[in-house]
């Protein structure tokens, strides 16, 4: 029956994705999180924030993509017209236009198209936001041994101790690099949106959603599609979708890009949802734990070594 081999495709994704992370959580000790706490505490979460919180939450989320882009993309950052006065510092050391990016048109279309929608939305948001708008907080997008990316990569098994890992090197680093942001950008929106309550900001909301959703998308198929030919590249984006998922607590809010078994057939898996066909959700708290790079509370790290700017900056407690 069609019905059956529907329900046995979603049960052998469910598995498949479940025993992809095992590894991942018990190497982090993540702790079960009550259901019934978890809502009191969201509940109780979403009475404090202004829509402002969580548009200038958005706003830092969107300097650091947009920083990352417009160096990959163009060899050069945001405009200090953008940053905001006595912005942050952006630490760059070996960022750069992707090395041999011409070489391959398709994924250097890409990332023009990205940066120059990522710039978007940083001038969007701070035009939204007027007075309320944030600064941009110190940011770090550099290639170094010891740089956010090189962290996250060494963590998910990409590289060894001492390794780095330059997201300027390739059209295929770059896919990468750019992975680890845009799956978490679409669930942070997701997350976020319920809670505001202008409903222009709303709308204004769903619409970066989609942008960002489009924009994982396009990574998503650009990996997948080169996975063909080289499957080691599938393999280290599930990787980075493991290590994202092994920060934000027990409940499965990720999914790689190697092929799933639909049907009794292979398919590709380049739009990740729950077995509704929705997309997934991260708490404000889930998004910092991933950009932060770590399962605990704390309020800097990774890519923000000293934390958001605005009144949403601390990560969960996983």
Same mark, same amino acid.
């Given at each position: 029956?069609?019905?059956?081999?529907? +329900?046995?495709? &979603?049960?052998?994704?469910?598995?498949?994705?479940?025993?992809?992370?095992?590894? *991942?959580?018990?190497?982090?000790?993540?702790?079960?999180?009550? #259901?019934?706490?978890?809502?009191?505490?969201?509940?109780? &979460? !979403?009475?404090?924030?202004?829509?402002?919180?969580?548009?200038?939450?958005?706003?830092?989320?969107?300097? @650091?993509?947009?920083? *990352?882009?417009?160096?990959?993309?163009?060899?050069?950052?945001?405009?200090?017209?953008?940053?905001?006065?006595?912005?942050?510092?952006?630490?760059?050391?070996?960022?750069?236009?992707?090395?041999?990016?011409?070489?391959?048109?398709?994924?250097?279309?890409?990332?023009?198209?990205?940066?120059?929608?990522?710039?978007?939305?940083?001038?969007?948001?701070?035009?939204? @936001?007027?007075?309320?708008?944030?600064?941009?907080?110190?940011?770090?997008?550099?290639?170094?041994?010891? %740089?956010?990316?090189?962290?996250?990569?060494?963590?998910?098994? +990409?590289?060894?101790?001492?390794?780095?890992?330059?997201?300027?090197?390739?059209?295929?680093?770059?896919?990468?690099?750019?992975?680890?942001?845009?799956?978490?950008?679409?669930?942070?929106?997701?997350?976020?949106?319920?809670?505001?309550?202008?409903?222009?900001?709303?709308? #204004?909301? !769903?619409?970066?959603?989609?942008?960002?959703?489009?924009?994982?998308?396009?990574?998503?198929?650009?990996?997948?599609?080169?996975?063909?030919? #080289?499957?080691?590249?599938?393999?280290?984006?599930? #990787?980075?979708?493991?290590?994202?998922?092994?920060?934000?607590?027990?409940?499965?809010?990720?999914?790689?890009?190697?092929?799933?078994?639909?049907?009794?057939?292979?398919? %590709?898996? /380049?739009?990740?949802?729950?077995?509704?066909?929705?997309? *997934?959700?991260?708490?404000?708290?889930?998004? +910092?734990? /991933?950009?932060?790079?770590?399962?605990?509370?704390?309020?800097?790290?990774?890519?923000?070594?000293?934390?958001?700017?605005?009144?949403?900056?601390?990560?969960?407690?996983?």
């Amino acid at each position: 029956m069609a019905e059956d081999q529907l +329900l046995e495709a &979603f049960d052998s994704r469910v598995r498949r994705r479940s025993e992809r992370r095992e590894f *991942f959580k018990a190497a982090i000790g993540a702790a079960a999180v009550g #259901a019934t706490a978890l809502i009191v505490s969201e509940e109780a &979460f !979403a009475q404090t924030v202004t829509d402002a919180d969580i548009l200038n939450f958005a706003l830092n989320l969107e300097y @650091l993509e947009a920083q *990352f882009y417009a160096y990959a993309a163009g060899g050069a950052g945001l405009a200090a017209s953008l940053l905001g006065t006595s912005p942050g510092a952006l630490t760059a050391t070996n960022a750069r236009r992707v090395d041999n990016l011409d070489s391959d048109p398709l994924v250097r279309d890409y990332a023009r198209e990205i940066a120059a929608d990522e710039v978007a939305h940083v001038t969007f948001l701070r035009a939204q @936001l007027g007075a309320s708008a944030v600064v941009q907080p110190a940011i770090d997008i550099s290639a170094t041994a010891t %740089s956010p990316f090189s962290n996250a990569a060494r963590a998910a098994g +990409l590289i060894g101790a001492g390794a780095t890992f330059d997201p300027y090197a390739s059209p295929e680093n770059f896919l990468l690099g750019a992975f680890l942001f845009e799956d978490v950008g679409v669930t942070a929106y997701k997350g976020a949106a319920p809670m505001i309550l202008n409903r222009t900001y709303t709308e #204004a909301a !769903a619409g970066i959603m989609a942008t960002e959703a489009h924009h994982a998308a396009i990574v998503r198929t650009a990996l997948y599609a080169k996975g063909v030919a #080289a499957p080691s590249l599938r393999s280290s984006a599930d #990787a980075i979708s493991n290590y994202r998922d092994s920060l934000d607590g027990t409940t499965d809010l990720d999914q790689g890009i190697s092929p799933v078994t639909i049907n009794g057939a292979a398919a %590709s898996n /380049i739009a990740p949802l729950d077995t509704d066909g929705l997309a *997934f959700a991260r708490t404000t708290g889930q998004v +910092l734990n /991933i950009v932060y790079l770590t399962n605990a509370a704390v309020s800097a790290g990774g890519f923000f070594p000293a934390g958001m700017n605005g009144n949403i900056k601390t990560s969960a407690a996983n």
